[in-house]
């Protein structure tokens, strides 16, 4: 499962350079189920990558950024929401397998470690697009060489880990568990800033 998740993820982040336009609508090849989801989740991401670059713009004009930080805090929501979603689909999968009575608790839920797979898959497009540059000092390249290393390790240690969690699940070696974040600053009943304005 997580092998298919790689390929939807590396597929989003392709197909998002092809346009390389955070305006540009998405064209999910996946019309339902886990791998939509999958998709969706890795735009965002790619989608919100790009948002962050652009916001650090040091002349970027106050009212355009305050604009794009409302659209990043829509889209981290859409993010959660999402992730949410994803963590349902293996509740379903694995709620009802009976844990072993030595079973270990994992410290998150096996969605959330699909969003740092999907946020990886994003990072590691960018680092290798920085060691294709050619206008960079050799220094430069090469700790960007180092790096992208780095990240593909990172990448082939979480595929294992994701897979290595998700087998424990089956087996009744881990509890599976899921905990929403309940995020309080984007609920007007819950952040004081937008329920005092009521």
Request: net charge negative.
């Amino acid at each position: 499962m997580i092998q298919k998740a790689n390929q939807i993820f590396a597929q989003a982040v392709r197909d998002y350079h092809q346009w390389d336009d955070v305006n540009h609508p998405i064209v999910n090849p996946y019309e339902n189920g886990i791998e939509h989801d999958l998709y969706l989740k890795c735009w965002i991401d790619t989608v919100q990558w790009h948002l962050e670059d652009i916001i650090r713009d040091p002349e970027i004009d106050p009212v355009e950024a305050l604009a794009l930080k409302r659209r990043i805090d829509r889209s981290n929501q859409e993010r959660t929401d999402l992730v949410e979603r994803i963590d349902s689909y293996f509740w379903e999968r694995y709620h009802a397998i009976q844990p072993k009575e030595d079973a270990k608790i994992n410290t998150e839920s096996p969605a959330w470690a699909v969003d740092r797979l999907s946020i990886l898959h994003v990072k590691l497009w960018h680092m290798q697009e920085q060691v294709e540059r050619t206008d960079v000092s050799q220094e430069q390249h090469q700790k960007c060489v180092d790096k992208l290393a780095v990240l593909r390790e990172q990448l082939s240690d979480m595929t294992t880990s994701i897979s290595q969690l998700l087998a424990d699940y089956e087996a009744g070696e881990r509890v599976m568990k899921v905990y929403r974040q309940m995020k309080m600053y984007n609920d007007p009943n819950l952040n004081p800033v937008l329920y005092t304005k009521k």
